[in-house]
């Protein structure tokens, strides 16, 4: 691995093995089939955007690890690990959107050839670019081994945020914050949605004189008027109307790192439900972030919020957080821990989540969340975006 | 649907289900589930980035159709699509990344109550999206059902382009133009990766007067001195160096339709290699444009490229193009035909590739690739970025 692309030293990722392994034992696993880029990046280093192709990482119960992808990725893979040349593996570029052979096939082969046939292998079957016809190649090349579930295994392994890591999110939370004063400088009725995108894009992408701005695992979404009340809609070229409210749901990152941050804007004066539903959520952060400390369940920092929701008549049917931090697209969300009433996880010392309280109504929508750390003083948020509906 | 979300007219959209549903009668299909975005969005308008939780339309053979989603995702059914209220079908939120309930037991109970439990039902096993626990869940919830695998059914429906679809590609075509211009205008010895990066996010997404400029599937991926042999990696904060060369691999997208065009660039004065493989590919390219026409096969135009290259001592290992269009991220590719030796697909007119001649050597790399339109005269470029080595 080249120093300038290495982002944690050694022993960290000696150390993110040695969870991993832990967990293998616990789950009585031989091999794990990693091909979540997120855990591949978190595990190894990895980071390339190759994941529109096959390609994992996999580690033996004994800590020998492989990576198996395209030829084209091999320099990527020497570039940003430090996984020995005679552990990369590749397979044919026939494999490629082929319907002729699947790159698991040459992956069985060379779990063959490492004498795991007959090994109790886990795949993480729900992650993302774990497709169904990957576990059936899988499943019909490897006939002797058991192929169990781990899915979200090394994403609860990432739960914990090292200091180092936590610098990374720090640093994200200090780009979004440039990135809403930003936006606070230039919006104005009539400015086409893309252009405040690309305002948006460009100050996150810049980042700080001494940290880049990487690119982040979801697009800006940006609802407005209407469009509001849907949670995930990017832009077109229409213009931002007066007399309008729109909610921005943003990160910033640094080196594959997160920080989500939403905010709801008005342009012009906002009606009186904008300020109703503002006090209520604004109330509800301020009277849960104490709870976002070691050994409070995800269940009851919910509860605490969604209680308090119910108490000035509004109703959330939908999860308000989740784990964030290393990831890739389509997600920069952890898929481990959610904040709703039925997750009993105790949170733990330096856990990182996206506290998010947003409510989309019939036409109309707000947002306003926080990257919080947990600490036992309670939750400390990652940026220090001005709380409040922003009005212009 | 809103009509300024309508990219499509009601015609165009009835006759891809048409498209769609002959493709289920060859098949032998009853139900169809849809879980690629791209799919997804091509057949009903449907747009959001909701892809990183599970979703689907559903098309029956009789061409009766249901969306199927996270409740917070229902507005933006609603606001991209005709598909009436009755046929929006929602999933307890509690699936998100739950391991108690997977989202996929709600559609089979779905598909029970419409009295398709013991159909044949196709599903896109190898698209992104479709998780391997998808399928299993649907195979454990619909046990007399008769699942089989139609990846890529729906996007080789795709793979000849409308007008109205051209055109947004000949708009993503002329924003690439802007992009590269801007480029050569700012990039200079010293300036940051980001920086760079940065500048091309803020004019691809500017997009024109009267054309957005929407969110590629793939982040600009721009490989500087030794990292210009690795294909697909991302950008960080370190200087473009004078005497570097580097590859842009970039594309501008109009409404999710995609033109990507790649170009190397040098910063100072080339090496001879730089040179050598500039006209090599220049030649190449030339040469193998005319036979971009209906009735040659893939395989015919992938040969020819490479046969030249070979003649010129240089070896290809990988394909050098494939399908474009409609797409969300990871990939731009469409992933139905692919310029390699052994793609017996023949062209048609109005399909649209990106020719990719990328070439990867030890510590350095040089792509010169174009979009081009499959029409009797022979393949027609999208853009028009000078096709030579950049050099400032």
């Avoid at 739960?159 to 720090?170: F, G, L, N, Q, T």
């Avoid at 849907?230 to 990152?253: C, I, K, R, V, Y």
């Amino acid at each position: 691995m080249k120093e300038s692309r290495r982002r944690f030293s050694v022993e960290e990722y000696e150390e993110r093995k040695l969870k991993v392994l832990t967990a293998m034992t616990r789950h009585q696993l031989d091999l794990l089939v990693i091909t979540d880029p997120a855990n591949m990046c978190w595990l190894t280093g990895y980071d390339a955007w190759s994941f529109y192709v096959h390609q994992c990482v996999v580690l033996s119960g004994h800590g020998d690890l492989f990576w198996f992808g395209r030829g084209i990725d091999v320099a990527s893979a020497q570039l940003t690990t430090d996984i020995p040349a005679g552990a990369i593996f590749v397979y044919p570029d026939e494999c490629v959107h082929s319907v002729d052979q699947h790159p698991m096939q040459h992956l069985a082969d060379i779990v063959r050839e490492k004498s795991f046939a007959g090994a109790r292998i886990g795949v993480e079957m729900d992650n993302h670019y774990f497709t169904a016809l990957a576990c059936d190649t899988l499943r019909k090349h490897l006939p002797a081994a058991t192929i169990s579930d781990a899915t979200s295994l090394v994403n609860w392994q990432r739960v914990v945020k090292s200091a180092r890591e936590i610098d990374y999110m720090m640093i994200a939370g200090s780009l979004i914050e440039k990135v809403y004063e930003h936006v606070m400088t230039v919006v104005e009725p009539g400015m086409a949605k893309n252009h405040l995108v690309a305002e948006i894009l460009y100050v996150s992408t810049r980042g700080a004189e001494d940290a880049f701005g990487d690119y982040t695992s979801i697009a800006p979404l940006i609802g407005a008027g209407d469009e509001a009340a849907a949670s995930h809609m990017t832009w077109d070229g229409s213009p931002l109307e007066q007399g309008n409210g729109m909610f921005l749901e943003l990160a910033a990152a640094h080196g594959r790192y997160h920080c989500p941050c939403s905010r709801t804007l008005f342009l012009g004066e906002p009606e009186q439900k904008y300020h109703d539903i503002e006090r209520v959520i604004a109330e509800g952060i301020e009277a849960t972030l104490p709870l976002f400390r070691p050994g409070v369940t995800c269940g009851e920092v919910a509860g605490s919020f969604f209680d308090l929701l119910e108490k000035h008549g509004y109703e959330k049917d939908n999860r308000c957080g989740y784990s964030i931090g290393l990831s890739y697209p389509p997600d920069w969300g952890e898929r481990t821990l959610s904040l709703r009433r039925s997750d009993r996880t105790e949170l733990q010392e330096n856990m990182i989540l996206h506290f998010m309280p947003g409510m989309w109504f019939d036409n109309w929508g707000f947002e306003m969340t926080e990257s919080v750390q947990v600490t036992p003083q309670g939750g400390a948020c990652l940026a220090n975006v001005p709380r409040q509906l922003l009005v212009k």
